[in-house]
C-alpha cells in the first residue's frame, strides 16, 4: 500500500511560518500544495508498481489531494473516514456531509453522518486505536497492495512512526 500525505494546505502555511493555529477550517490545497501533488501524481504514474484505487480521508485538503491524483492516474477514489487526522486544530473542523457531496457529486459520502469529524480534544490513544482499526481493516483487503491512501501528517504518524512531508509518499504493509 501506498500512503500520501496531502498536499500544502492554507493552515500548513501559515503554522509553519508561526507556530500557532491560524483558525482556518478544513482548509484548502494552497497553489503551491497543488503542484506539489501534481508532481507525486506524475511519479506515481512512472512507477513500476500500480495503483489501481485510491481512498481518502474525507477532509477537503484530502479530498482536492486524491482528486488530483485521480484525474491523473484515472483512479477511482473512495472516503475512508477511518484515515482521517487527529482532531486537534481548527484545521481538523471538517465539511459538512451534505456540502462536500455537493462539492464531489461523483464520491460516496453515505458511510459519514452529517457532521462527522470528533471535538478537537481526540487523544493520542484514540488515534492510535483508530491507526490499528485502519490497519487490520486494510490488512484484510485483497487489493492492499495496489491500493493508495491520502491521509494526515499525525494519522500517518501514529499509524507509521514517520513524519511525512506535503505530498509525500511511503510504503506500507498493513499485514506487519
Known sequence: ???????????????????RDPGIPDPQLTAEGRAQVRRAALALQRAERPVRRLLTSPYTRALQTAEIIAGILK???????????HAKFHC???T?????????????????????WPA???????VLQRAHAFRT???????????????HWGFLLRLT????QNAETAEFDPTR
Not at 501506498?2 to 502555511?13: A, P
Not at 456531509?97 to 462539492?103: D, H, I, Q, V, Y
Not at 481493516?137 to 491521509?151: F, H, I, K, M, Q
Request: glycine residues 4%; charged residues 25%.
Open 1 to 19: 500500500m501506498l500512503l500520501i500525505r496531502h498536499g500544502q494546505s492554507e493552515f500548513n502555511v501559515h503554522y509553519n511560518r508561526t507556530g
Open 161 to 164: 512512526g514517520k513524519s511525512l
Open 92 to 94: 481538523d473542523i471538517g
Open 75 to 85: 483512479l477511482p477514489v473512495d472516503v475512508e473516514p477511518l484515515v482521517r487526522e
Open 137 to 151: 481493516r486494510a490488512a484484510a483487503w485483497a487489493d492492499w497492495p495496489e491500493l493508495a491512501v491520502v491521509s
Open 120 to 126: 478537537l480534544d481526540e487523544t493520542e490513544q484514540q
Open 96 to 116: 459538512q456531509r451534505s456540502l462536500l457531496c455537493e462539492a464531489w457529486p461523483a464520491l460516496n459520502f453515505e458511510q459519514i453522518e452529517e457532521t462527522w
